[in-house]
């Protein structure tokens, strides 16, 4: 069977609308949700990750009626996350049409409902988002959208996340994320050595070559970015886009795709 390496777009909601930040602050305009999902209609991609950062903080996730709406102008598998702290919430969200949900503060706040949520919807629909940020202790987790420190570090936060039943991690680099400066290759390959799951790169791609990276040097299964598929340059106007099927696989090689 062929395995190709994932490459995910990741959609920043604030206010019923697309934007893009830079190191979690300073967010740009993108674009309506709806129009920016149809675009992405048009081409092969493999999913997608909708994070609404202003829910991160509030904790009260987007209005399902709104996530309904948007999960039914696009045909690609779609993920969510932000202000996720019911089982409830979940019902609903994946009743709305969405394939996987993406929980970051709960997990620290309340692991009995992470521990309920992969044993009610199985592990494969609960991804542990993982912000990281660099101190003067060195890297250190964040939630809250990047707001508050907790006392783990990424692989021991990866671990105990492992320990909940999570399916798959998606971790940034908050100061690598918009910057287009790559991925933070190092935290990525510490991260999916400590544990046997998938692991998400997020943060820091500035060209589709930088895509290959995580996944060929540091081992993740997969690469998500957002800006590099928003915008045309660093800086410059709104363009959506998407590599074709036949460029993801050329930028990965035949190393990247086998049996």
Not at 77 to 100: D, I, Q
Not at 126 to 149: E, F, L, P
Request: proline share 5%; glycine share 10%; hydrophobic share 40%.
């Amino acid at each position: 069977m062929i395995v190709e390496p994932r490459v995910i777009p990741t959609l920043l909601l604030q206010s019923e609308k697309f934007v893009k930040t830079t190191q979690f602050s300073n967010p740009i305009y993108v674009g309506d949700p709806v129009n920016v999902l149809s675009i992405f209609n048009e081409f092969e991609v493999d999913e997608i990750v909708i994070l609404d950062i202003q829910a991160a903080k509030t904790r009260t996730p987007t209005p399902v009626d709104q996530l309904r709406k948007y999960a039914e102008e696009c045909f690609i598998p779609l993920a969510y996350g932000g202000g996720l702290t019911t089982t409830e919430e979940l019902s609903r969200l994946f009743n709305a049409g969405y394939e996987k949900a993406v929980l970051n503060s709960s997990i620290f706040e309340d692991p009995v409902f992470v521990q309920s949520a992969t044993s009610t919807f199985g592990s494969q629909a609960i991804v542990a988002s993982i912000d990281v940020a660099v101190n003067t202790d060195g890297k250190s987790v964040m939630i809250h959208g990047g707001t508050k420190r907790i006392a783990y570090s990424p692989i021991d936060w990866a671990k105990q996340a492992a320990e909940y039943g999570v399916g798959e991690i998606l971790l940034t680099s908050i100061d690598r994320e918009g910057t287009g400066k790559g991925y933070d290759l190092e935290l990525i390959a510490e991260v999916q050595e400590a544990v046997d799951l998938p692991v998400i790169a997020h943060g820091g791609a500035g060209s589709r070559g930088d895509l290959t990276k995580p996944v060929l040097v540091a081992g993740a299964s997969a690469s998500a970015a957002g800006q590099l598929f928003l915008f045309q340059a660093l800086g410059r106007g709104v363009l959506i886009n998407y590599p074709s099927r036949t460029q993801i696989r050329t930028l990965f090689g035949p190393s990247a795709v086998g049996c």
